[in-house]
């Protein structure tokens, strides 16, 4: 049986804003968890885009 998410942890997604302006097949997402309480804006972090083959920023999504 699956865990069920209790407090304020929630599970996002990060997607590449460099790689879909480059038209580029394919996209770069990321799954990861914030603090809704801590961070309620969206968050952007610097991860690594295997496909482009650099560290972009990626934000997140809905």
Do not use: V, W
Request: hydrophobic letters at 20%; charged letters at 35%.
């Amino acid at each position: 049986m699956a865990k069920r998410s209790k407090g304020n942890r929630q599970q996002i997604i990060l997607e590449c804003t460099e790689h879909k302006t480059s038209g580029l097949p394919g996209t770069s997402r990321y799954i990861t968890q914030k603090n809704k309480k801590n961070t309620p804006d969206r968050l952007e972090i610097k991860k690594y885009n295997p496909i482009m083959k650099k560290y972009t920023i990626h934000k997140e999504i809905k």
